[in-house]
């Protein structure tokens, strides 16, 4: 972009360009842990802009000096050259306040603009970081999670550490020095009214200190009550025409209204005790200047004191007052960025368990076997899967069926490793598929699942997922292989966004960009989850069609709902609670096994049925 | 450091923050075409050249289609005005009380610098010579009576507002909640279920935001800089002047911040929108993430995502770094020329040290609350525009209205007629051309034909989510129009491939289509569709939470408990369009056998394009382009050998 010192834009990527592909700059959790532990551990990402924040403390420092100065200097030239009618030493004095003020502006200006580059370069380094750590963490870690709460892990909580970085810290230690100089001042000046001051100060701090729980602690509530009300109101306006149909709005406006009482009754309570706490600040300090004036004006008869000094007391005690309220609000804003440190930490912390391995195949055939395999969710005591065995020959179509509940998701799943197998092992041509590069085996496996995830992207962006660098020819040669030639038609061709944020597309549709994005991989093995949806007659013997071409020359695991595509595969293999019962050609099952047959044979003979019931009624 | 400061910083947070939420608002649709003829407002972030590319990936999407809020100003500003006098008339004598009450504690709160004037000039000089202290106590004891003031006051006009405001809050909570749920599916269809969230949401906690936070700060600020300026050209006209000139410079520069931070606002909302969009599509789509080995480009993505946030970012914060300080540095210029020439004055005897020491403190509550005014900037903009969108939808008309009088139909018997039914989504192109159907009460119907044929919109006119365009759809001889919701809701209930499950346990979900339902006919309807053997293997079986677990529902098995919430409806008239579509053969026929008993006694429109469905109708229609082409029952049908012969022996060979 331009020569010289890098710009911050460049300063990000050459820091976190390649998050995905090392280790995240965090420090490593320590054996002993204490209260910063979390937080001290994200300095790293502070290094690189250290010159910065140094600037930051000097400005910041230097600021807070010169608001301490001003009102001495006020003091010196009221009890000095106005006292002595020295018209020269006004000019001077009034010069130097004038200047002093102009310097602490600037610093003050210094102090932010260079706030802004730093603490917001690092906390986008966390935020790539932790991007990065997500996208390597597996399947398992994001199924316990729901994503809004990983969402409030890298919004919320990074700006809560970054407000800390950046001005909390600073805050504290700023206030805390202001507080002792400006106190000791006081005493010096004149001890009794510094006393008073002194006093004055100590049910403000406890007031703060025990205030600011109360307040935290109403507004969490108001937090998870706003969100209370914000479910009701998703889940009714989700589904209005269910509610609609019903007739049940009364039912509904009920369940809302109630929990809007709650966060009103909740609001209030809060409104009660900031009125009550405002009032306080602002009350404490118009006594502590009623006592002031009256003790100085006493003082300042008996030449205790000078004018002078008066007025530079009084400000300077005005200006103690933000400091001492400040410190619940500091010490409540330290706690959450604590918090906020633990949250995130945790999913750093979190172990990447489906690694690399040390091969790589070249020429893959295709023959993928499941060697006596079991599979286990992390918080389960059941196997979902257990002792299954199966042989997919290279190039041959598998049909997988199974009724509700009989593990074929999961099965979906093992040959990518998106999930590991807890015992036995799959192998592709003889090799551990826990061997081989996982990028290796995700390029030899292609998934095409039951529900069928579009990105809100272009459509070309969504079907080039897994490679980027597809030609527009292998592009329009897998559109065409899975019969999903529509997207042309699309108001902007290839170019139209899909997804929640763009063109919505119908099943059918969805399940041949699916394929066609199956395609695009060239894989050596296809793993097909059929969904179960309403497809028109037309539009299922589309999809058919499209799966039919799809599975040419490729070895193909296909879980099959419906009879019409359990006829695409050379064999089929039953699954029943968690393992394969039984397997050979859809005639020889629909014959042999009654199981099968249950499951497969939709000819639904009403009169049949019917009768069979009467004979059990009659019986 | 200051107090301003920090509340200023907090105000940074909730600018950045606003839209840190999962819930996305509409204006993440800003049609890319715009973006790249490149916005005015973000010429100035450092890399805007390069925007249009690196956003390519996102495709083209339509352009936003916000026809509430994008009506022209004037009307907007009207409509919002009436909604607010509408909701503020019940509060008439506490806003009265509440205009008391802050006036009064303004003066209280000027009434502290004269007075430390007053103590200094006139109360010290007696003293010093000996004398009474009279004046000294008559200032002390005005002091502390202004304080009194304050303090009553300030406690009252808090607690006031505070509870006015949340009360307003509710009501308009309340009316929008209501408005929603009685407008009509036309309207919910266009109007799509995230931006009405987003009204209940994000709308309502702009204006919680500028209750909570900005209001009662803008009132004092307006009135302490008002009464501030008034003291101090009465204290000493000359000095006065000279510290109201600056306000020039203050006028200025919060004409500059407004500008600035206007069109900064909308940038960053729609940075973090695209970063939150990204982040939480890569999180619910990581299987294909890794199973596509999507992640590299993803990184690439985000990294660009994520540092046009981080640039727009900075860019806010220099705006408030040069405001901020701005203000600071024409206030301390203030007070450095009120030090040099009131000292001059002073010096010359024409001013009293007492009043430069009540300038000195004027001047703090002068220049604090100018910060405020920028500070409530953007929560007093996004309230209005909030405010907006609300007086938008509420006055809204509702395109299925109720009958101000309905014709009672306590007993409805089920007969269906639809006459001369002419309907059209967009106006000129019927999807009905002129329908006229007729359905004796007990009759089960079963509508066939491709998609675009016209059945759901069928069903739809029967459970009047929508009226005709033309003709009349009659329950028992009696106009839908004519019915009121309750009798034509439980009269008619429709079940469809939407299968919504409510947060709540398996019973209430099903109690849903009769609330107040016993435990024993809850049972009973999950017995009937055969739900009861997965609702008994659940770990708390009726009382399972469906919230914790509804994920582990798997489809067939949220479509068989809407099938039980439907049969404990009850109605004379059931439809169902799809509704066997996500079960699996198993159960699917359980349905059948449920169904042939459900619907023997009352009438029923069956959508399906599973014949298996249809097979159990008395009567079969077949539909295109929304005309009935065959009409017979199943076995008639078959026998002509028409559409519905053909579609007949496709399925069977489909079977094999």
């Given amino acids: 972009m331009r020569s010289g010192p890098m710009s911050a834009r460049e300063r990000v990527r050459v820091l976190y360009g390649d998050s995905l592909t090392r280790h995240p700059a965090l420090r490593p959790p320590p054996t002993r842990r204490v209260p910063l532990t979390s937080l001290l551990r994200f300095t790293p990402y502070i290094r690189p802009y250290r010159g910065r924040f140094l600037v930051m403390f000097l400005a910041a420092l230097g600021g807070t000096g010169i608001s301490i100065v001003i009102p001495l200097v006020t003091r010196q030239l009221i009890d000095g050259p106005i006292a002595a009618g020295d018209r020269q030493g006004v000019f001077a004095l009034g010069a130097v306040a004038l200047a002093l003020g102009l310097v602490e502006g600037g610093l003050a200006f210094l102090r932010r603009w260079v706030m802004a580059i730093a603490t917001l370069g690092s906390e986008t380094g966390v935020r790539l970081d932790m991007y990065a750590k997500l996208q390597r963490l597996p399947w398992g870690f994001h199924a316990r999670w729901e994503s809004g709460q990983l969402l409030s892990r890298i919004m919320n909580d990074l700006s809560t550490m970054r407000r800390f970085i950046g001005f909390g810290l600073l805050m504290i230690v700023m206030n805390l020095l202001q507080i002792v100089v400006v106190t000791s001042l006081l005493l010096r000046l004149y001890w009794p009214m510094g006393l008073v001051v002194g006093v004055a100060a100590v049910p403000v701090v406890l007031v703060c200190l025990v205030n600011e729980r109360v307040y935290t602690r109403l507004s969490r509530g108001i937090q998870d009550q706003t969100g209370d009300v914000a479910s009701s109101v998703e889940e009714a306006m989700q589904s209005v025409r269910v509610i609609k149909a019903f007739g049940r709005a009364g039912l509904v406006y009920d369940q809302f209204d109630r929990r809007a009482r709650v966060l009103y009754a909740t609001s209030m309570e809060r409104v009660s005790n900031t009125s009550k706490f405002w009032t306080f600040l602002e009350v404490i300090p118009g006594l502590a200047l009623v006592a002031v004036l009256t003790i100085g004006a006493l003082a300042a008869a008996q030449h205790h004191l000078t004018l002078g000094t008066l007025v530079a007391f009084i400000t300077m005690m005005l200006s103690l007052i933000w400091p001492v309220a400040a ?293 | 450091m200051t107090a301003e400061e920090a509340s200023v910083e907090e105000d940074e947070r909730d600018s950045l923050a606003q839209d840190e939420s999962p819930s996305l608002e509409e204006d993440v649709e800003p049609g890319d075409r715009d973006e790249e003829s490149g916005d005015q407002d973000r010429q100035s972030v450092d890399h805007s050249d390069e925007t249009a590319r690196d956003l390519e990936w996102r495709g083209v999407a339509a352009e936003q289609r916000d026809a509430l809020s994008e009506r022209a100003g004037i009307k907007l500003a009207a409509r919002s005005r009436a909604l607010l006098g509408d909701l503020l008339r019940p509060y008439r004598i506490s806003i009265g009380l509440l205009v008391v009450a802050v006036v009064l504690e303004n003066l209280a709160r000027l009434a502290a610098p004269y007075l430390v004037q007053r103590g200094i000039d006139f109360g010290v000089p007696p003293l010093l010579a000996g004398g009474s202290a009279a004046t000294l106590v008559e200032v002390v004891a005005l002091m502390v009576v202004a304080v009194g003031v304050q303090t009553v006051t300030r406690v009252y006009f808090l607690r006031l507002s505070g509870r006015v405001g949340q009360e307003v809050l509710l009501e308009l909570r309340r009316r929008v909640f209501r408005k929603f749920l009685r407008l009509d599916v036309a309207f919910h269809d266009s109007y799509t279920s995230g931006r009405a969230v987003s009204r209940l949401t994000s709308d309502m906690d702009a204006i919680a935001e500028l209750l909570q936070g900005g209001f009662d700060g803008l009132v004092n600020a307006v009135l302490s800089i008002v009464g501030v300026s008034v003291m101090l050209l009465v204290l000493d006209w000359r000095l006065g002047l000279m510290c109201l000139a600056t306000m020039g410079f203050v006028v200025l520069l919060l004409r500059w911040f407004r500008r600035e931070s206007a069109t900064n606002y909308r940038a960053v909302r729609e940075a973090s929108a695209m970063v939150i969009v990204q982040f939480v599509e890569t999180m619910t789509g990581i299987k294909a993430v890794q199973a596509y080995r999507r992640e590299p480009r993803n990184q690439e993505l985000f990294l660009g995502l994520a540092d046009r946030f981080r640039a727009i970012n900075v860019r806010t914060f220099r705006l408030f770094a040069v405001f901020q300080p701005g203000i600071r540095i024409i206030g301390n210029t203030a007070t450095g020329v009120v030090l040099l020439v009131g000292g001059l004055f002073v010096l010359d005897h024409s001013m009293t040290v007492g009043v430069l020491a009540a300038f000195l403190l004027y001047l703090r509550q002068f220049f604090e609350p100018m910060q405020d005014i920028s500070q409530f900037y953007n929560s007093f903009q996004s309230a209005i525009s909030a405010l907006e969108k609300l007086s938008g939808v509420l006055e809204q008309e509702d395109g299925v209205p109720e009958p101000s009088e309905p014709v009672p139909l306590p007993q409805a018997s089920g007969a269906l007629d639809l006459d001369e039914v002419q309907f059209s989504y967009v106006p000129g192109v019927p999807v009905l051309p002129s329908l006229d159907l007729h359905v004796p009460a007990g009759q089960t119907v079963a509508l066939v034909g491709t998609t675009g044929a016209g059945k759901t919109t069928i069903a739809k006119l029967i459970s009047r989510f929508y009226d005709p365009t033309s003709g009349m759809v009659r329950l028992d001889g009696v106009d839908l129009r004519e019915v009121s919701d309750d009798d034509l809701r439980r009269a008619v209930t429709m079940v469809t491939q939407e299968n919504v499950v409510f947060a709540g346990t398996i019973a209430d979900n099903i109690a849903f289509g009769k609330p107040g339902a016993s435990r024993e006919e809850i049972e009973a309807a999950a017995r009937v569709v055969g739900a009861n053997t997965f609702i008994e293997a659940l770990p708390d079986t009726y009382d399972t939470d469906v919230a914790k677990r509804g994920g582990r529902l798997s489809a067939g098995q949220r479509q068989l408990l809407v099938f039980a919430r439907a049969v404990l409806a009850d109605p004379r008239v059931l439809i169902l369009d799809e509704a066997t579509s996500s079960l699996d053969v198993p159960s699917e026929r359980a349905v059948q056998r449920a169904l042939q008993t459900l619907l023997s006694d009352r009438t029923a429109v069956i959508i399906a394009h599973r014949l298996s469905t249809v097979e159990i109708a008395d009567r079969i229609l077949v539909l295109e382009h929304g005309r009935i082409i065959e009409d017979g029952t199943p076995a008639e049908l078959l026998a002509r050998g028409g559409h519905y012969a053909d579609l007949h022996s496709s399925w069977i060979s489909s079977l094999a």
Avoid: C
Avoid at chain 1, 539 to 561: F, I, M, P, S, Y
């Fill in chain 1, 327 to 619: 410190l619940g609000f500091l010490l409540s804003m330290t706690q959450d960025a604590m918090t906020a440190a633990d949250r995130v930490t945790e999913i750093f912390d979190a172990p990447e368990s489906i690694a690399d391995g040390p091969l790589h195949l070249e020429q893959p055939q295709g023959e993928v076997v499941f060697d006596n395999v079991s599979y286990r969710f992390p918080d389960s005591e059941e196997d979902v899967l257990h002792g299954l065995n199966l042989h997919v020959r290279a190039g041959e179509t598998i049909g997988i069926v199974g009724g509700t509940g009989s593990g074929k998701t999961v099965l979906t799943s093992l040959v990518a490793r998106l999930v590991d197998v807890t015992q036995g092992r799959i192998t592709i041509d003889d090799v551990d598929i826990r061997d081989l590069k996982v990028a290796n085996l995700r390029g030899i496996v292609a998934t095409a699942f039951e529900d069928p995830t579009l990105f809100s992207m272009s459509v070309r962006e969504n079907l080039t997922l897994g490679r980027p660098d597809a030609t527009e020819e292998e592009v329009a040669d897998a559109l065409e292989t899975a019969q999903a030639g529509f997207v042309h038609e699309l108001p902007w061709g290839l170019d139209t966004r899909i997804g929640e944020q763009g063109m919505s597309l119908s099943g059918g549709q969805r399940q041949r960009l699916a394929l066609a994005r199956a395609i695009l991989v060239k894989p050596r093995v296809l793993v097909l989850d059929d969904t179960l949806s309403a497809l028109d007659i037309h539009t299922e013997a589309l999809v058919e069609e499209a799966l039919k071409r799809v599975l040419v020359g490729v070895t193909g695991l296909v879980v099959a709902h419906r009879a019409s595509t359990v006829m695409l595969a050379d064999r089929v293999a039953l699954l029943q609670n968690g393992t394969i019962t039984h397997i050979g050609t859809h005639s020889e099952l629909l014959a042999t096994v009654p199981e099968y047959r249950d499951l497969l044979s939709a000819s639904f003979d009403a009169e049949s049925e019917l009768d069979e019931l009467e004979r059990e009624v009659a019986q």
